[in-house]
DNA sequence: ACCTGAACACCGTTCAAGT
DNA sequence: ACCTGAACACCGTTCAAGT
């Protein structure tokens, strides 16, 4: 996860991602909504969800939209920014759902929420390494910082702390959506460990390509991460 | 990391990836090398060190090796197949330093290896999520699974301790590998930051993006981890 | 058994132009 | 300010054919 290609954005509308959630443009509700910033990467998500993404395409994108394929480039610099755009779409973050957890449910809670907001769009997880820190991520990342620190772990422990969790929970996610095979898939996978089971004779006998307990898996590691982050 | 479309090659050539290193040619060895598997792979890795994921492309591969496009489809089954290749080939496992080491330097030393060997080639972060269970990749896990049987983690707990761990340490190394940014880059993610520090006060404050010591917060984080998973 | 070139059905993006 | 089509320089892969 990346600042690559930060954010400045090279051309035209000087609306950077950060301000445009606010700026509604309040004079002329135009009848038809034409092409916006919005609408292209709502229909990003879209074509994303349903073809994954190879399916990403600018024409199918401009197609989805009834517009010329060349029309989506004035709104958005090229295909690297659809993809950051999406990305970010998909990870708002509502809060924490009552007042008054303890710190340590609290980040449960969003780290979990992180994990689920992603495997929902699975194609996330494969976007994850190349693209920039978006606003909501950000958020989420200022978020966590700040109730780590308001748990009483120190400020020089702070960033170690995120990064161990952000790996952990980037990790998990990336690995639980990649395993996420169709049955076919899954079948095949089994015999083939099978066939080899004398070259790899422990994990093959502890089944570890087929262990399905995932969200126990990742309640649990992340449970030991805690316990050592934990402020003495 | 998945095994999407799992072993079974399709094509022609039934030697598949998990005989051919042991079964060498050693009839005949034929004065020009020409086209095979293997010297497919090192161009492809080459290709990919010197030009990144996206400067891997079946023609560029050919030409490097002089050789036809459609030439390479001999001995592959398409662009997928260079990307499984490539990636398993850059994660071979020589094995501990030297005998005698309690079972939690072992691990360290091969978590630390492993991170090691694919920041050496910074695409494999971007392939992982993507591609199939190598045979590399299997050996590693299977070793790391006898590791921590012998050490006394109990049987039930071993794959949830092999999973906490593969995905600290893919996390991180994914992670990693993603901010290694250019100098440039690098100013421009502080200034942006900094641009929008009121809107993420604490991140900024405590230079969250800017943290340097990677291997140090790495080895940390595997620590805390490590505590978690020792058997009481 | 191994290699090849032509051809197909796509891509992302530049550019010059329209309104 | 916003949208467009034609054109360019690429892609991966099928196929029918060569040796």
């Not at 958005?76 to 509502?94: G, H, I, P």
């Not at 449960?108 to 693209?131: G, K, N, Q, Y």
């Amino acid at each position: 996860m990346a600042a690559k290609r930060s954010g400045a954005r090279g051309k035209r509308p000087q609306r950077t991602s950060e301000t445009s959630e606010w700026l509604q443009p309040l004079h002329e509700p135009r009848s038809e909504p034409s092409l916006s910033r919005e609408r292209i990467v709502a229909a990003a998500v879209e074509l994303l969800d349903a073809q994954g993404v190879d399916g990403l395409t600018m024409r199918r994108l401009a197609d989805r939209l009834g517009s010329g394929v060349m029309s989506l480039y004035w709104h958005v610099d090229n295909k690297e920014d659809v993809f950051d755009l999406a990305l970010d779409s998909v990870l708002e973050y509502r809060g924490p759902p009552q007042i008054a957890q303890d710190w340590r449910g609290e980040v449960v809670h969003m780290l979990e929420d992180w994990r689920a907001s992603m495997l929902r769009h699975p194609w996330s997880t494969l976007l994850l390494p190349r693209r920039a820190l978006g606003p909501n991520i950000l958020s989420r990342l200022e978020l966590l910082s700040k109730t780590l620190s308001r748990a009483g772990v120190a400020d020089a422990d702070v960033n170690v702390a995120i990064w161990s969790l952000w790996n952990y929970v980037m990790g998990a996610t990336i690995t639980r959506a990649s395993f996420d095979l169709s049955d076919d898939d899954r079948a095949a996978a089994q015999q083939r460990l099978t066939r080899l089971s004398e070259r790899y004779p422990t994990i093959e006998r502890s089944r570890l390509l087929l262990d399905n307990d995932w969200d126990g898996a990742f309640r649990k590691g992340l449970g030991f991460l805690l316990d050592g982050l934990s402020p003495r």
